[in-house]
Nanobody, 117 residues
Framework: QVQLVESGGGLVQPGGSLRLSCAAS????????MGWYRQAPGEQRELVAT???????NYADNVKGRFTISRDNAKSTVYLQMNSLKPEDTAVYYC???????????WGQGTQVTVSS
């Protein structure tokens, strides 16, 4: 069982930066594929970025060059550094963990990011 707790959301002006963190409890963090997803009001949840246990990353086209996903296995934490934020980045951001061995997927409770002047 894995529990995920996100933090770091908030209100930021366009062009600003935020860093989201997702702390995982339970064993086996290093083998998990981790990801960030987001959901804006009235929209479907969408992929933002993922990072595998082997540190291979993948980004949605609309965040490439602005967002960076990373992980610290010693702290069982995954990060999302968000730069050059735009109003369209406003959403609830969710942390996701996937165990490729058991095929279990876990979700955090989400953290709100609002980009507005």
């Amino acid at each position: 069982q894995v529990q995920l707790v996100e933090s770091g959301g908030g209100l930021v002006q366009p062009g600003g930066s935020l860093r989201l963190s997702c702390a995982a409890s339970g064993s086996g963090f290093s083998i998990l594929a981790m990801g960030w997803y987001r959901q804006a009001p009235g929209e479907q949840r969408e992929l933002v970025a993922t990072i595998t246990s082997g540190l291979r990353t993948n980004y949605a086209d609309n965040v490439k060059g602005r967002f960076t996903i990373s992980r610290d296995n010693a702290k069982s934490t995954v990060y999302l550094q968000m730069n050059s934020l735009k109003p369209e980045d406003t959403a609830v951001y969710y942390c996701n963990a996937h165990n490729g061995w058991t095929q279990y997927t876990y979700w955090g409770q989400g953290t709100q990011v609002t980009v507005s002047s």
